[in-house]
């Protein structure tokens, strides 16, 4: 399986980003589908999830009313629309897939490479 983000790049606080993560080689229908994000010097962490037909999901509280999940898999495809970004917000973003809903990286089977999120003040 093949997960590659695209999207990310240097914005101002209270600007916005759109992610994409396009899903190769994998049953897109059959996983969980999250997003994750690590800052410099710090652990992978939770951002969003959403379930396989995409009518629940959940949101990690520093990004909850700000970030939203979406996926499509009609077309192999993973979205995160972020808004009202802050400095806080920058890190390495990664789309993962699981065969559970859950929140934890360790979960996930499946991960793409990230792509860099920078928030300037």
């Known amino acids: 399986a093949q997960l590659v983000e695209s999207g990310g790049g240097s914005v101002q606080a209270g600007g916005s980003l759109r992610l994409s993560c396009s899903v190769r080689?994998?049953?897109?229908?059959?996983?969980?589908m999250g997003w994750f994000r690590q800052a410099p010097g710090k652990e992978r962490e939770f951002v969003a999830v959403?379930?396989?037909?995409?009518?629940?999901?959940n949101y990690a509280d520093s990004v909850n009313g700000r970030f939203a999940i979406s996926r499509d898999n009609d077309r192999y495809a993973l979205y995160l629309e972020m808004n009202d970004l802050r400095p806080e917000d920058t890190g390495n973003y990664f789309c993962a897939a699981s065969t559970i809903f859950s929140t934890v990286p360790g979960r996930f089977k499946y991960w793409g490479q990230g792509t860099q999120v920078t928030v300037s003040s």
């Open positions: 959403i379930s396989r037909g995409g009518g629940t999901t």
């Open positions: 080689m994998l049953r897109v229908q059959a996983y969980y």
